[in-house]
């Protein structure tokens, strides 16, 4: 019974590969390379890029008066010539501004141009950031997940060469902050899973295996509240990180009820759900719901923003007029969202995504010169690494299957990942949707193409030949990566190149 008692123990808490300092090393060292080819020259182009015209404008609103403002007439002309004087340049009028998007994104553009003044470098400067902490951050998730270091550096070095991933760190919208703060959730979440095994573990070792119809109460949970606060801030950014609080939450419950089925509860769903759920969905709903209002609280206490005095000639009513107001808000940010069909020469349907086949332009001057050839050309396409991508194709199918056939926990997270940020959007076919909408996914993309190569090296027990043929492999492929990132780097970063060698880059027409 001892010996089975401690082979539970092993596979509720398996070891991971490095402790200290070591296993900092690789994620700290694609981290770097990403922050090398986010901030190099982040200030280029020298305009406003595509939707900055709103986000940056907004960001700068919030730290003039706490809310967004209406701007006046030639505002993207003052945006670029502000620069540390933007407290004092009349860029808005007096009233509030309607938008379609929380604040915390927008806050995030603030605090760069808050540092560094309301310029190109300024309003992108916070984004960069976290798209390159975003590499460190999956790296180490990733070496959690799988139990190996050369994995989780792995995962890091293809999300830093990923040109959406890039291209989105290098432009002042929101998205990749709710990227961001969805990828954490899912890395404390995944915190949680361990702690709480570990917990359980110890707890076999000292009583013997959970005899009870349900089993145990599973502690406290700090790192599940890390998560909620983190998905607080993802809904903060974009409503669309809601799908990914109730994926994540459900997935952190059949994680319980598995740990409580290796423990040998007889019942472990219904434990999960009887002793789990309760406190799980309620907390989230009131910890999203809480950090959320948190965010809007310029829109509360100032006089200006929009639709604050909605209310006032609507009649009596039990409710807040300030509360009525922000209600009216929101169903005017949601018919919005809900409604949008105006057509955009580089809009995507989402069942296209996988395939990268219709990239964003965010900028594209045909006129620039300097190149050293008769024309020349200048691009932000926001495309994803080929490489990565059509890997994908096969990648993400074999992960569903192992998820499916083999009960591999650790695929079922990624496609969770996956599914929570992509099919959502099946909802609204006819939307104008764009396919850097994928910037929130795509560490997920990366973490099913990195446990399908992990498949290929072959278990740490696998015959050498094995080993080698899966050593091989892999290093065509991650070698093929560096390549296509070196490649399209130029027309991810706006370089001025000869147009001949921009047309080059071109693979398939629907890219132009």
């Known amino acids: 019974m001892e010996r089975s008692q401690e082979s539970v123990a092993q596979r509720l808490n398996p070891p991971l590969p490095s402790h200290g300092w070591r296993n900092w090393l690789g994620p700290l060292a694609v981290g770097a390379v990403a922050g090398v080819l986010r901030f190099t020259n982040l200030g280029t182009p020298n305009e406003v890029v595509f939707d900055e015209t709103y986000y940056a404008k907004d960001a700068w609103g919030l730290l003039r008066f706490g809310v967004e403002h209406q701007e006046v007439e030639g505002h993207e002309e003052l945006m670029l010539s502000a620069g540390d004087a933007w407290r004092t340049i009349p860029a808005f009028t007096n009233e509030g501004s309607f938008v379609v998007h929380p604040p915390v994104g927008k806050w995030t553009i603030a605090a760069g141009e808050y540092l560094f003044g309301v310029s190109p470098f300024g309003w992108r400067f916070m984004v960069a950031l976290l798209g390159t ?73 000292a009583d013997g295996f959970a005899n009870s119809r349900l089993g145990p109460w599973l502690g406290a949970r ?142 594209y001057d045909g006129d620039v010169t300097g190149c050293g050839a008769d024309k020349c050309a200048s691009e932000v396409l926001a495309l994803g690494n080929p490489i990565i991508w059509w890997a994908a194709l096969l990648a993400v199918p074999y992960q569903l299957w192992c998820w499916i056939a083999r009960r591999d926990w650790c695929a079922g997270a990624a496609i969770v990942g996956i599914a929570a940020g992509w099919l959502p959007w099946m909802l609204y076919l006819d939307r104008t949707v764009f396919t850097f909408y994928t910037v929130v996914y795509v560490p997920f993309v990366v973490m099913a193409v990195t446990l399908s190569l992990g498949a290929i090296l072959g278990p740490r027990d696998a015959g050498e030949r094995r080993r080698r043929t899966g050593v091989i492999l892999v290093t065509a492929y991650l070698v093929a990566v560096v390549a296509a990132a070196w490649f399209f780097y130029p027309i991810w970063t706006g370089e001025t190149i000869p147009y001949e060698s921009w047309r080059l880059r071109m693979w398939l027409p629907t890219w132009v």
């Open 133 to 205: 902490i975003a590499v460190i951050a999956l790296a180490r998730i990733v070496r959690r997940l799988s139990r190996s270091d050369t994995l989780g550096v792995i995962a890091g070095l293809l999300l830093a060469l990923d040109g959406i991933h890039l291209v989105l760190s290098r432009t002042a919208l929101v998205d990749l902050t709710l990227g961001f703060w969805v990828l954490l959730a899912f890395g404390a979440l995944l915190l949680d899973r361990d702690h709480t095994r570990a917990r359980l573990a110890r707890g076999v070792l």
């Open 222 to 363: 700090p790192w599940r509240w890390i998560a909620i606060l983190c998905l607080g801030l993802a809904c903060a950014s974009k409503w669309s990180g809601a799908w990914f609080a109730l994926a994540f939450i459900v997935l952190s419950l059949f994680w319980d009820a598995g740990a409580r089925r290796a423990i040998g509860v007889k019942r472990p769903y219904l434990g999960a759900l009887a002793l789990d759920a309760p406190m799980a969905l309620l907390g989230t709903g009131i910890g999203v719901l809480a950090v959320y209002l948190a965010s809007w609280t310029g829109w509360f206490v100032t006089e200006t923003g929009w639709g604050r005095t909605w209310a006032a000639d609507k009649g009596p009513s039990p409710v807040p007029g300030l509360f009525r107001g922000f209600w009216h808000y929101h169903w005017q940010m949601w018919n919005f969202h809900t409604t949008l069909g105006s057509e955009h020469s580089y809009q995507s349907n989402p069942l296209s995504w996988p395939f990268m086949s219709r990239p964003t332009s965010f900028h």
